[in-house]
């Protein structure tokens, strides 16, 4: 990928803490990433919370912020930082869910930041179930019958049109499926969404027919 002369800081967000579903891999490639720009003759601004990482190294970038990886705590740094550009793709989950909230809210288009790599659409369309389904749709791939839902009564009646167990239960915007699973009768059913929907940043599960076996 050549190099963007157009742009001369940017921010990268780190994963935090290594846990399920978002491991030390992340920060093997956001060492890479972040050598990569300094290569390039980019400055680098790297943030996460996790001190022991490869990533921190003071080395490694031209500045470093070990905070929270929050919202509120991010725009706080691009407001003193003003980078010309965010990228998130390296930082797992969390990092994407933390670039998703900002582009939504309003905050990199007030600061002139330009969202790079996974860009919002891109992000949208992987983590929002219904979205994502949507586009299977579009191209005419065959997929498993589901219902994006918001409500446990909106969990109950995708279930009914479903009409056969199990069912997924998969929530949006959740780090490695957190909160979602299998239900095998309208008990499982019901405990498991509501702990979706509390997971989920959007407060969403997708309701889907179980293709187990198939």
């Not at 963007?4 to 800081?9: G, T, V």
């Amino acid at each position: 990928m050549p190099r963007r002369d157009d742009l001369e800081s940017i921010m990268v967000l780190g994963s935090g803490p290594i846990k399920i579903g978002q491991a030390a891999e992340f920060d093997f490639s956001g060492s890479q990433a972040v050598r990569a720009l300094r290569e390039d003759g980019y400055k680098v601004i790297l943030v996460n919370s996790n001190p022991a990482t490869i990533q921190n190294d003071p080395e490694m970038a031209d500045v470093v912020y070990i905070e929270p990886l929050l919202p509120d705590t991010i725009a706080k740094i691009l407001e003193k930082e003003r980078p010309c550009a965010l990228l998130a793709g390296m930082g797992g989950q969390t990092a994407l869910n933390i670039a998703s909230e900002l582009s939504h809210n309003g905050t990199l288009e007030r600061l002139n930041v330009e969202l790079i790599g996974s860009d919002l659409d891109a992000i949208d369309k992987a983590e929002d179930r219904e979205l994502f389904n949507q586009v299977c749709e579009s191209i005419n791939l065959p997929i498993s019958q589901a219902v994006a839902c918001n409500s446990i009564d909106e969990v109950i009646a995708a279930a009914e049109l479903i009409g056969s167990w199990p069912i997924l239960i998969r929530p949006a915007f959740t780090l490695g499926g957190l909160g979602g699973g299998t239900a095998r009768d309208m008990g499982e059913l019901v405990e498991i969404s509501q702990l979706g929907l509390r997971n989920s940043r959007i407060s969403q599960v997708l309701i889907e027919e179980s293709i187990l076996g198939w």
